[in-house]
């Protein structure tokens, strides 16, 4: 199987991590693999190093220059499946496709992995057309994409996965050392990109509450994004300062988390959450939102807790339970590491994707010819 990945983002999340251990994981298998991302990117400065990458960065969603340079190498490396990894991968794919097929006829698979609604306009909709198949993260998209007029036929959900053994043999920080906090203070953090769907203006305001209740508790809010400035100012309304962190953007993540007391998720909407599959790697007891895809990983009082979104009151209450409770926090650690093992490995996740591949290209070989836009 020959297969081409394409993110377009300069930024690493969630997101750029799943294309690249999916990409991995295939080439692992001995299949063809091409990272096409941003040339400034940092998903092509991780995969260079493993895999064969070629830059192309789109200037917005229509870069019709971007697509016929993708639309050339397509028809000169013939391959069997085009996997877009974001939005505008998808715009940038099915634009050069539409330029001219290559002999092979590759499949345009689009991975699907927040959970907004497709938006309404022209360009949207026929760019959605392209796409043979979408790859929900979880069922919560799935449902939302049949919601948006994709017929159900054209939606396979695959769970995100997780490298296990990577985020339990990731090192240790001393927390408390890194950021000069009190010996022995219990730590809750967040990690998530600083932007409204990820809902930390709900966690800092369910901090003040949690400080009244366990006074020496500290929050660490690791991310970077557009809401830094808003919540800076929220916790100094709120007289947080010495109680909430706000560090920004850390490539030693996985080491922090696994320092943390109590792990949180506050997400409006999420379309699974690979913070909370790392935390549950990590052993870390979970609170969560009941947002998007969270309630198909986090098993409300077996693997963790979960509230209301936008409920600070309840985060608050759940936070403190965990803090106070250190039997809870150990029952449900373990229960958690015991569930992503079981159910959200990296391997189990490139599997089914493979899988996939070979239906569709197995289908269209059998048919002749798919119509992308079948069902649409």
């Known amino acids: 199987m020959f297969v081409i990945h394409i993110d377009t983002a300069v ?16 080439q692992a298998r001995g299949h063809r693999i091409i990272v096409v991302a941003h040339p400034d990117g940092e998903l092509r400065r991780r995969a260079s190093q493993a895999v064969e990458t070629v830059p192309i960065g789109p200037h917005g969603e229509i870069d019709l220059a971007a697509a016929w340079q993708l639309s050339r190498l397509l028809k000169r490396w013939q ?17 050069a496709l539409s330029l001219g097929r290559p002999a ?23 760019k959605y057309r392209q796409v043979t198949c979408f790859v929900a993260a979880s069922h919560a998209i799935a449902e939302m994409l049949a919601e948006d007029g994709i017929a159900r036929q054209r939606v396979v959900t695959i769970h995100e996965g997780i490298d296990i ?64 400035a808003p919540l800076e100012r929220q916790v100094k309304e709120l007289h947080l300062e010495k109680h909430v962190l706000l560090p920004g953007f850390r490539t030693d993540v996985l080491s922090l988390l696994k320092a943390f007391d109590v792990f949180v998720m506050s997400s409006v909407t999420e379309g699974l959450g690979t913070s ?9 007891p979970i609170v969560a939102t009941r947002a998007g895809g969270i309630p198909e990983v986090v098993v409300d009082g077996e693997t963790g807790l979960l509230v209301p979104i936008r409920d600070h009151e309840q985060l608050a209450g759940a936070i403190v339970r965990l803090l106070t409770d250190r039997d809870l926090r150990d029952r449900l650690a373990r229960a958690a590491a015991a569930r992503v093992r079981a159910a959200f490995s990296v391997d ?26 079948s069902g649409a």
């Open 165 to 228: 053994d990577r985020v339990q043999q990731a090192p240790t920080v001393n927390v408390h050392q890194e950021f000069w906090l009190p010996a022995g203070v219990p730590v809750v953090g967040n990690i998530a990109a600083l932007v409204p769907h990820k809902g930390q203006k709900h966690l800092v305001d369910a901090a003040a509450r949690v400080v009244r209740q366990v006074p020496d508790a500290h929050f660490l809010i690791l991310g970077e994004g557009e809401l830094r």
């Open 79 to 95: 391959p069997d499946v085009v996997h877009a990894h974001d939005p505008h991968a998808v715009a940038l794919g099915g634009l």
């Open 276 to 284: 909370v599959l790392d935390a549950m790697a990590a052993a870390r």
């Open 348 to 373: 189990r996740m490139v599997d089914e994707t493979l899988a996939l591949y070979e239906t569709l290209a197995g289908t269209r070989r059998a048919a002749g010819s798919v119509d992308p836009g």
């Open 11 to 26: 930024t690493w999340r969630g997101g750029q991590n799943q294309a690249l251990l999916t990409a991995l994981g295939q």
């Open 104 to 126: 092979s006829d590759p499949v345009l698979v689009a991975a699907r992995r927040v959970d907004f609604h497709i938006r309404g306009n022209a360009f949207s909709h026929w």
